[in-house]
């Protein structure tokens, strides 16, 4: 695995004087590997380290603590996808009042330049930086070129949608859209999370499932979806999953719970993976065991029918 960096400690010699994307790149969709892409092309052009950056949290997360979760990736998914990318290192601004007090100028100067050593920038022409994001890429231009630290701004990627972007890919999955997400991102949204003991509902019904706690992922819509589920081992494993509050138990409690077909043997404890392949139907509320577990089987059969 390509090596995490923190942009709070000076850049290691062996990666200074290299080309940095910088962005979000929290969905790290077809948009962001345009700009990522740039960087790594530049990079290995000049012989120099090809480094993705990110921020954590997200600024919005900082600045509306408050907000609905909506993150698409966590920074190991992303470390992997930046490596799968061709990236030599992922560095992570750790986004505190200190960065977000941190000038435009300084941000440039002190930070990307001086501490990380930064040769050249390439970012999306939207890209804002600094105290009340006083810096652009006009900023980035001007003050980078007097240092000798070259930028590139990328422009937008389009589709027949229009604009790709993190919001439209959140907004496909709160409509359950999983085909335009997955086209989107290049790749099924998949959430990574620890299977949890739970209360063994499943089980009862014949449909043993692997809990997980959807944490700070954006939520797709409530229901039940076909998915695969990717195991430590490698393996990959179709499956049928409940995504909400299970309206039929009392309390409600909110889970992401896959079942996997043919499959029995013990996964608490492990990180896995579970892709949303398509939405099969809402979330409901059933008035009998009878009734869901009758219900559950149809589910399955359509998401092997989806899945095969």
């Known amino acids: 695995m390509i090596p995490r960096l923190s942009a709070k400690d000076r850049m290691p010699d062996a990666l200074r004087g290299g080309v940095v994307a910088l962005g979000n790149f929290d969905g790290f969709h077809l948009g962001h590997q345009a700009v990522a892409g740039e960087a790594i092309a530049q990079a290995n052009a000049a012989g120099r380290p090809a480094i993705i950056a990110t921020f954590d949290p997200h600024p919005v997360r900082f600045f509306a603590p408050q907000s609905p979760w909506f993150r698409l990736t966590t920074l190991d998914q992303r ?3 930046f490596e799968d990318a061709g990236a030599d290192a992922m560095l992570v601004f750790d986004f505190d009042a200190e960065l977000a007090a941190t000038s435009a100028e300084d941000f440039i100067v002190k930070l990307l330049i001086e501490r990380l050593g930064v ?6 022409e939207d890209f ?8 652009n890429i006009d900023v980035l231009h001007y003050i980078g070129r007097a240092h000798g630290l070259s930028s590139t ?10 604009v790709i972007s993190s ?4 907004t496909a999955l709160q409509d359950g859209d999983c085909a335009t997400a997955t086209a989107l991102l ?3 949204f998949t959430v990574a999370g620890i299977v949890q003991h739970g209360d063994k509902n499943g089980r009862l019904l014949g449909f043993p499932t692997a809990n997980i706690d959807m944490g700070h992922y954006l939520r797709p819509r409530y229901g039940i979806y076909a998915v695969k589920g990717r195991l430590p081992d490698g393996r990959v494993l179709n499956g049928a999953a409940n995504l909400g509050i299970r309206p039929t138990f009392n309390p409600p409690k909110e889970l992401l719970e896959p079942h996997f077909f043919d499959f029995a043997e013990d996964l608490y404890g492990q990180n896995i993976e ?5 939405f099969i139907r809402g979330e409901a509320k059933f008035d009998s065991l009878d ?15 989806i899945l095969a």
């Open 79 to 81: 470390q992997r996808l």
């Open 167 to 170: 919001s439209r890919i959140r």
């Open 128 to 135: 804002t930086f600094g105290k009340a994001r006083g810096g």
């Open 274 to 278: 579970i892709e949303f392949h398509a």
């Open 186 to 188: 290049t790749r099924p």
């Open 153 to 162: 701004a990328m422009g937008p990627v389009v589709d027949n949608g229009g």
């Open 291 to 305: 009734a869901l577990m009758a219900q559950m089987a149809k589910d399955c059969d359509q998401a092997r029918d």
């Open 119 to 124: 040769s050249a920038v390439v970012t999306g």
